[in-house]
């Protein structure tokens, strides 16, 4: 079969029947009693979404894998039966986009839609939305891609005269040209800047729907992976510090979950009255505040449940539980080391290879090419492991902000207890930044990843966009997430090692 890797498309087949079976674990897993048979669609669409998520962080690994599988070849289009990679990409791209701006929106406002409708009402409600955001994008993909959707690629013109096949070659630093010492315009060294030209052609609308949404992806991945990146382990690592020493006394237990009591009747009576304001059809902004105070106060009872629960293990397995309890805070602190050690190797690789030009060394680069050495898969299992820990990052780091921002909506996911909605808006989330995980991993590693069909696309194309490739040309969204992360592990020296204090009596803003 020449060059064609049948070995590669085995595993990618095994591989995508494996994510799909994990996606359906997780999803059957985590959902909440209240959506067990029911809510099909929205459980397709975050099946699939999942999916489509993990298959695309995969691609990059298989990617390198397919160039691999030319290596025998001269030239790259000798290679006509390896994977067409360049196309599987912007067909999971294309599908990402449209997951993430049309289909998911469209199963959040039917989940979400008033149960007291019908079934036919609540699709056309949702079907309203969904067309005018898609009205909207139609006509801003457009009108960008009429205008200014077209790369920049900055060439020099070289040229050489033509000269009888010499018998030996007389080439020097000096001399690196046919024609003569004062023939130098051949050489991009020694080339003068009248040798500088600009090559302007139209990008597809595709590459450009890729490029758009990679852009939208950026903006979230440099916020929440840079926040993510340093929280991530470091959450870890001070759950350990502020776990629970010793189990309390009975009498500790009855007070503190008196007080609890309390504060769970106060949510009760403060989300009621929430509900019948949304009744009145009265949700201004101080509603949405409000909503957002409960919800955050709602997730931190839980949490003050939850660690109640470990601090005074009941049953008649109680010891059992607290030495689980403590096993699991060990656990915590050795993934929290170990996720330390890897963002710093993440921070580093940033710095010493993408913000210092020319890099100071290709670092992870040339680690993932020796493990290659030592084993062929043993480097692209590696990769795809750091590929994958940028995502892990990004869903951290949105959590912790959402939290404590107020414009950010919280979408917890918890074990057993997660409702359709918040499925989805995480599933959207995830997909919207694998893009840029993508893009971002792709130039992060371009020593390692050089001439594959994802540096086609996510290198020489998105960073020669008119309009876009200034942001990509100074690094801004490399810069974004190292101040963040920074700046994040300021926070954690500064607060992590602290408990959070109990708050007073819950109030609704008036």
């Known amino acids: ?56 962080i995969l691609m990059l690994p298989a990617d390198v894998a397919n160039r691999q599988a030319c290596r025998h ?35 959040m406002f039917y989940y979400e839609g008033d149960q007291d409708k019908s079934v036919g009402k609540r699709i056309q409600s949702a079907l309203i939305w969904v067309i005018m955001t898609a009205i909207v994008c139609a006509l801003v993909l457009g009108i960008l891609y009429g205008l200014v959707g077209k790369v920049d690629f900055t060439v020099r013109h070289l040229s050489s005269t033509t000269t009888n096949f010499p018998t030996s070659w007389e080439f020097s630093g000096g001399q690196q040209c046919v024609g003569g010492s004062g023939v130098h315009q051949c050489s991009a060294y020694l080339a003068n800047e009248t040798s500088e030209k600009t090559w302007t052609m139209r990008t597809t609308f595709p590459e450009y729907v890729v490029a758009l949404a990679t852009i939208v992806g950026s903006v979230l991945f440099s916020i929440f992976g840079g926040v993510g990146i340093a929280c991530l382990p470091l959450g870890l690592i001070f759950s350990f510090i502020r776990r629970p020493k010793a189990v ?13 009591g309390k504060k769970a009747r106060e949510l009760k009576k403060a989300a009621d009255t929430l509900h019948q304001e949304e009744r009145s059809g009265s949700k201004g902004r101080k509603w949405r505040k409000n909503v957002k105070s409960v919800e955050k106060e709602l997730l931190q009872l ?29 656990a915590k602190l050795v993934l929290g ?119 086609e696309i996510f290198g020489h194309t998105l960073e020669s966009l008119r309009g876009i490739k200034y942001l990509y040309k100074y690094n801004v969204f490399q810069i974004a997430f190292v101040v963040l992360a920074g700046l994040t592990f300021v926070y954690y020296a500064a607060f992590g090692w602290r408990r959070r204090k109990p708050s007073g009596k819950f109030q609704l803003s008036s």
């Open 302 to 330: 839980e949490e003050d449940v939850k660690l109640l629960e470990e601090m005074y293990p009941q049953g008649e397995k109680a010891e059992t539980s607290w030495a689980l309890t403590v096993l699991g805070y060990l």
């Open 73 to 107: 070849a001269i030239y790259n289009g000798a290679c006509n039966l390896t994977l067409p990679m360049k196309d599987l990409w912007l067909a999971v791209y294309i599908l990402d986009a449209v997951l993430v701006f049309f289909v998911i929106p469209f199963a």
């Open 337 to 455: 080391i170990l996720g330390f050690i890897v963002s710093v190797a993440w921070v580093a690789h940033i710095v010493i290879y993408l913000l210092i030009n020319p890099p100071l060394h290709p670092f992870l680069n040339e680690v993932f090419i020796k493990l290659d050495d030592l084993w062929g898969l043993l480097g692209t299992a590696a990769f795809a492991f750091f590929c994958f820990y940028l995502l892990l990052a990004v869903i951290a780091g949105a959590m912790m902000l959402g939290l404590r921002l107020v414009f950010i909506t919280i979408h917890p996911m918890k074990w057993g207890a997660t409702l359709m909605n918040s499925f989805l808006f995480n599933v959207g989330l995830i997909l919207l930044c694998s893009i840029s995980v993508i893009q971002f991993c792709s130039t992060a590693f371009g020593y390692y990843a050089q001439a594959t069909a994802a540096q």
């Open 1 to 56: 079969m020449g060059d064609f890797n049948l070995a590669l498309v085995i595993v990618a087949i095994v591989v995508c029947v494996l994510v799909f079976i994990f996606n359906v674990y997780l999803l059957v897993n985590y959902q909440h009693p209240d959506d067990a048979n029911q809510a099909y669609f929205p459980k397709f669409v975050v099946v699939l979404g999942l999916s489509v998520a993990a298959i695309s």
């Open 248 to 260: 309390i006394t009975r009498s500790q237990y009855i007070k503190e979950a008196t007080e609890l």
